[in-house]
């Protein structure tokens, strides 16, 4: 299984590139986390809201690989301890299929991107700066698969 993240935002610190990385780097082949990062709509006052998100929902719809399980990160979504986690990512192996995690704007997501998602996640009831959110969600991901793998990575 491939996990897809997908996040609107390019040109990270390089804090947030190393971090990313090596978690990225620490996960076996068989469960790849793969970074395909969009450029974020220009803020300068001069478009509503509305039409950044739209616009950043096409870029996302194009991104997004076929078949893949959608998972949008919301300040709505399911919060999830690390063992539930580990078991969701135990089910999505099963499923056979690749997932998409998607990070919106500052602004949020797109409706029509939310209406494709299968299940909404939210890392935390904080609001979180967007390039913290990569490297969290890619610890986080970890984490859940070294549960699952029985690695002493978790201590509960």
């Known amino acids: 299984m491939k996990v897809h993240l997908i996040a609107i935002g390019t040109k990270m610190p390089a804090w947030v590139t190393t971090a990313f990385e090596e978690y990225q780097k620490r996960l076996p082949e068989y469960f790849a986390l793969q970074l395909h990062e969009l450029p974020m709509e220009r803020r300068d006052g001069r478009a509503s809201v509305q039409k950044l ?87 986080t991901l970890y984490r859940a698969w070294s549960i699952s793998a029985g690695l002493p990575y978790h201590r509960a």
């Open 53 to 139: 998100m739209e616009k950043e929902g096409q870029l996302i719809l194009k991104a997004l690989p076929k078949r893949a399980y959608v998972i949008c990160l919301d300040e709505h979504g399911k919060e999830m301890t690390s063992v539930q986690l580990a078991k969701r990512v135990e089910f999505l192996q099963s499923q056979g299929c690749d997932a998409a995690i998607i990070i919106g704007g500052p602004d949020g997501l797109a409706p029509e991107i939310k209406a494709l998602a299968q299940e909404m996640w939210a890392l935390s009831k904080l609001t979180l700066p967007h390039p913290l959110v990569r490297v969290i969600l890619a610890e």
